[in-house]
């Protein structure tokens, strides 16, 4: 066995020189062009389905023209509590976890410049708008539990794997750079005596202490962070009819995961082993900026069109990252392997995004509305100074597939109060297809005066994964946030 003592100060080195630059990647450009259903309270009631509707603190992250439908100068503030549970599937076994958050989903203010008296007539413009607002677009708040005792394989075989698939003389292991992040895994295994040469070879692999089955296999992961952002938005109202917008957007991001994977004799089956964990930890921050135009346009009194585009968002974003192995031998010690610090910096475009939307108003009694969003994730490219993408961006255009996502909303008025609901489904980023693993469900209430509005709203948000445990293992989580937003605004 070649002794961890010649070369643990190295290879630490070099793990991360070599997978810093393979970190981002085809999830990476997912996570950060997909939105959450959030905002005000109203707008999360109502499903998300303002793009012809506007009035909405939220809808001009939708569609700027909402800002034009503004009768009076508006503030208000949004604030939310989301319990996010997942239960997971794994090996016959199943576990579960949750999360809770509280935030602010929403917070602006919209001034209305209205036309002098007597030059209000009809087809000229009837008011301008100006409204500065945050809105967050997507939480990433979530824990995720998996156990399950595994009769045939290990995390550590697929180390082994890649060693001896690449051939790599023991000898090389500490100054030879690994082309990839999996290798990495398979140095810190080695490192840790989860792996040996296979006697009499320098060159050929074997698992070291884990020569049986029947081990425990766990998973801890923690990501926590959110999308939002600040609007700046101008629009205007012409002849009462036809409403228009632009809002020019400054998103940011902050993304962090702690995932530990462990695997442990807890049935005292497996010689000389007891134990050994991987803890990968990552944060990631960005800002960004992109532009939206938008329209609304109402033929009749019951009926409203809306249309609204996207420009894509481009993102600087700067990751951090560290990974630790330690292992514990029965009769040899504890080995505990650590990288350096990792840092990478890279830019990311999401793709644009078209919105059509249509409202139908039951005089000052209700309505119905709905949006239809185009998303093309396959235009996503992520890009550095330091490093080409071309590998990764051919994955992201040939694995991921445009989609649509559908948000359906309603609102009923009794008095002052009012009931609402809404749905959401989004489309398969992979497939472009419909199915119930992407859907948000919503109730909500309003109390509204002239001058002062109160909402509350409850949503669930249901979504059903293929967690990837190792290389060909997965679990089934399905995982239900709950949300409950609380809106409080005043008119001026």
Request: charged share 15%.
């Amino acid at each position: 066995m070649f002794k961890i003592n010649q070369f643990i100060a190295t290879i630490g080195i070099l793990v991360f020189t070599a997978s810093s630059s393979l970190a981002q990647g085809q999830l990476d450009a997912l996570r950060y062009s997909q939105y959450d259903v959030v905002g005000t309270a109203r707008y999360s009631a109502m499903g998300g389905a303002f793009g012809a509707l506007g009035g909405d603190m939220a809808s001009m992250s939708v569609n700027p023209a909402g800002i034009g439908v503004f009768t009076l100068s508006t503030g208000s503030v949004s604030m939310g509590i989301l319990s996010a549970g997942t239960d997971a599937t794994y090996l016959g076994n199943l576990s579960s976890d949750t999360k809770l958050n509280a935030n602010i989903s929403n917070a602006g203010f919209v001034a209305r410049f209205k036309r002098k008296r007597g030059e209000d007539k009809q087809w000229a413009w009837k008011s301008f708008q100006l409204g500065l607002s945050y809105n967050r677009t997507a939480n990433f708040q979530r824990r995720t539990s998996i156990v399950g005792v595994s009769t045939n394989s290990s995390i550590v075989d697929g180390w082994v794997n890649q060693l001896n698939n690449d051939g790599i003389n023991y000898a090389d292991i500490p100054t030879e750079l690994v082309p990839g992040a999996e290798f990495s895994n398979a140095y810190m295994g080695w490192g840790t005596f989860l792996i040996d040469t296979t006697p009499g070879s320098v060159n050929s692999y074997m698992r070291n202490v884990v020569p049986f089955y029947g081990q425990t296999q766990q998973v801890r992961e923690t990501t926590k962070g959110a999308m939002g952002e600040i609007a700046l938005s101008f629009g205007g109202n012409f002849g009462n009819s036809l409403y228009i917008g632009t809002t020019i957007g400054i998103p940011r991001l902050n993304y962090e995961l702690e995932r530990t994977y462990t695997e442990s004799d807890t049935q005292d089956s497996i010689s000389n082993f007891g134990s050994f964990s991987k803890t990968d930890y990552l944060k990631a921050s960005g800002n960004g900026f992109n532009i939206k135009f938008g329209m609304i346009y109402r033929p009749a009194k019951w009926l409203r069109l809306g249309a609204a585009i996207h420009s894509p968002t481009w993102y600087d974003i700067d990751e951090q990252f560290k990974s630790t192995a330690t292992s514990n031998l029965e009769g040899l010690g504890q080995y505990t392997l650590s990288t350096l610090d990792g840092a990478f910096g890279y830019r990311l475009q999401t793709p644009f995004r078209a919105i059509g939307s249509l409202a139908f108003v039951i005089g000052k009694v209700g309505l119905i509305s709905a949006d239809y969003e185009y998303v093309n994730y396959s235009l996503a490219k992520l890009k550095s100074r330091g490093y080409s993408f071309d590998a990764e961006n051919l994955d992201v255009k040939n694995q991921l597939h445009w989609a649509g996502n559908i948000r359906v909303g309603t609102e009923w008025r009794i008095s002052d109060f009012s009931i609402r609901g809404g749905f959401a489904i989004n489309g398969d980023p992979y497939s472009g297809k419909y199915n119930l693993d992407n859907t948000r469900y919503s109730l909500g209430l309003g109390y509204r005066l002239k001058r002062f509005f109160l909402d509350l709203t409850y949503s669930l948000h249901r979504q059903v994964d293929a967690y990837q445990v190792y290389e060909s293992n997965f679990a089934e989580t399905v995982t239900l946030n709950h949300s409950v937003i609380t809106t409080v605004g005043f008119r001026f």
